[in-house]
């Protein structure tokens, strides 16, 4: 067994050689544990496929450890792996801006990129951008699914990403970002069909009622009858459009009852055109995280966005 250095980290052998390690290399390694891949962690770094595999093989020359089993698609940590990035992953991370982005202008730093769900980057995200536009911050934004998201972070392509749920993991730090409640809504022509027997009836009053989704399999909707009426969704959705503003724009319109975050049809209930069903002391309420690209701190301008993003939700 390799004797241990006394002032090093415990459960890591000291680098054979020279007994110093090269923070490029610890670099590299790093991006391929986030990514999950030589390939995705080359797109990261900038860098070429062939070039990350070389450094991770000295790397693993130099510790005497494999840090990655290779697999028939991207690469898996060894436990060893998974004890050094637990031990470089802050340091590294911190040193970021000071070894180089920091020092960027303002006119050279480079675009942000931004992901998350389209409603809600919409109605709760792009007005408060101003501030950051008028600091010279350019930003690429992008919509799509959280899981999708979080790939395409991992793989570099985007710096943060707002996450309907926590990513699993210690490679993709995340913070709580801002909590969405969901209400059971109609336009006032059903409301007045279905009057008070909710209250008595329970969601049996809905029976007869169509239901406007955003999935064939009812995510939203399911959720909401578990937390709120406990019990099963039994009854099948009458129209499903893959996109809430559209859910919203059908039960304004009156093609039936749905379940919608509150921030975005806030403003119909305000003026009449939605009625509000059920007002449960307990609503539903689902967690949204900002997730940040390792190594992305780099760009000084994605900590601006990131403090800004947690700062609006605050005050919101």
Known sequence: MRDRDPN?????PPPQGSGLLDLNLLRTF????????????ARV????????????????NQLGRELFERLSRGVAPTPFAD??????MEPLDALGPVSGGALLGESDAEPVHLAGPAEYLTHCVMPTLAPLVDK??????????????????????????????????????????????????????WAERIGSRLAAEGPAALHG?????????LPIVRRYWRHVFDRRLTCRPTVTVPDLGAVKAAVVGGAGFSVLPRYLCADDLAS????????PDDPPINTGFLVQRPGSSTNPHVALVRDHLLRSAREA
Do not use: C, K, M, W
């Open 8 to 12: 090093g980290p415990p459960g890591i």
């Open 30 to 41: 790093l991006a391929v544990y986030r990514a999950g891949a030589f390939t995705a962690g």
């Open 45 to 60: 770094l900038g860098l070429s496929q062939p070039t990350v595999t070389t450094q991770i093989r000295s790397l693993e």
């Open 83 to 88: 004890e050094l990035a637990a031990r470089v």
């Open 136 to 189: 010279g911050v350019r930003l690429r934004v992008a919509f799509g699914l959280t899981d999708d998201l979080l790939d395409g972070l991992r793989a570099g392509r985007h710096d943060l990403v707002v996450a309907t749920l926590r990513p699993r993991g210690r490679a993709l730090a995340s913070v709580p970002l801002a909590d969405e409640e969901f209400v059971l809504v109609a336009a006032p022509s």
């Open 209 to 217: 009622v169509p239901l406007v989704s955003y999935a064939e399999d």
């Open 272 to 279: 009449g055109a939605l009625t509000l069903l059920n007002d």
